[in-house]
């Protein structure tokens, strides 16, 4: 039976999610971290009371971006002193710290106010699927990936890429090249019988 | 150009052999090759078999659909060549297309193209590449 006393701590209750990142995009999925780590998807939400819960972003060396964003999308720092201003494609940033740019599109993800750092304290993300027991202890709940990750052509059983139908059958002209060691390309052309 | 069909029940293609007899004597042979999905190939009287593979099919094909995209690829990576499919010119782009965006998805990671010669760049121009992409069709 459900005491009141109950339903009130668990709504007050502060709750660990679980992301994982592999596949998807950082800022669209930083949107919704955001949202979680304010606590905008608790009816009983305000932005002064602090009702934001946890959440743990995994596999965040596996995000994938849009297009060519790899090599145009550049991040920008200046250090405050002179000559200190320096640009970053996301690819190198990426490949040097891999929980980076999840962390920076999540924090300009929120309203830039005093609660930002208080509520970044409470993102917890890893590269990999390796996370410490004593956090992976606290996860609850787990929040669903935004964008439906495509199958490989490796994950598919041999009999199921067999079991596809078919679409063309060769055409008569069609000349298969048989490779040997010292054949030079231009013997294929006076082949044909 | 008008395809020619072959009204006979079985379509060969051929595959040339090459053998030394002597030091300057090569012999060069078409040997005809039945192709091993014979019998197996998509076809029903509510297509439209006058047209190509694909745009009889009247399908919406995205980068994601790897088995259809398999079909139109050699083993090394590259595309077969039209005279080889029978597709049109238009789905022949489409399908190039495709293909390039599930390579660069990572979604065909045997199939991928190989170098042909020696590297013009060097390799930290493409470091960008390794890491996957996705489209939104």
Not at chain 1, 31 to 55: E, F, N, T
Not at chain 1, 84 to 108: D, Q
Not at chain 2, 13 to 26: C, F, L, M, P
């Amino acid at each position: 039976m459900a005491h009141n006393r109950v339903v009130q701590w668990s709504t007050m209750s502060r709750i660990w999610w679980l992301y994982d990142a592999k596949y998807q995009c950082p800022f669209r999925s930083a949107r919704i971290i955001a949202g979680y780590l304010q606590g905008q998807h608790k009816p009983i939400y305000h932005a002064l009371s602090d009702v934001g819960d946890h959440v743990v972003v995994i596999n965040s060396r596996h995000i994938a971006m849009r297009e060519e964003l790899w090599r145009t999308f550049t991040f920008s720092y200046h250090t405050g002193y002179a000559k200190g201003f320096s640009r970053t494609p996301a690819w190198r940033l990426h490949s040097m710290e891999p929980t980076m740019m999840i962390e920076k599109a999540v924090y300009s993800n929120m309203p830039g106010f005093l609660l930002r750092r208080k509520y970044m304290r409470r993102l917890h993300i890893y590269p990999d699927e390796e996370v410490p027991p004593e956090i992976i202890g606290n996860v609850c709940d787990q929040i669903q990936q935004i964008q439906k990750v495509p199958k490989r052509l490796d994950e598919y059983t041999a009999e199921e890429i067999q079991a596809f139908p078919k679409l063309f059958d060769w055409s008569e002209e069609y000349v298969i090249e048989n490779i040997s060691a010292d054949k030079p390309k231009d013997t294929v052309k006076a082949a044909k019988k | 150009m008008i395809r020619q069909f072959s009204t006979s029940q079985s379509v060969f293609a051929i595959k040339v052999k090459e053998t030394r007899e002597s030091k300057d004597v090569i012999i060069i042979e078409g040997e005809k090759v039945e192709s091993p999905w014979k019998g197996k190939v998509l076809k029903s009287d509510e297509l439209n078999n006058d047209a190509c593979p694909i745009c009889r099919l009247n399908l919406d094909i995205k980068y994601t659909d790897v088995l259809i995209l398999r079909q139109f690829m050699t083993e090394k990576g590259g595309m077969l060549p039209r005279r080889a499919t029978g597709v049109c010119k238009k789905s022949q782009k489409e399908l190039q297309d495709a293909i390039h965006k599930a390579q660069r998805a990572g979604l065909m990671p045997e199939l991928r193209p190989q170098p042909k010669r020696q590297r013009m760049y060097p390799v930290s121009n493409f470091m960008w590449k390794r890491f996957p992409a996705f489209y939104d069709d």
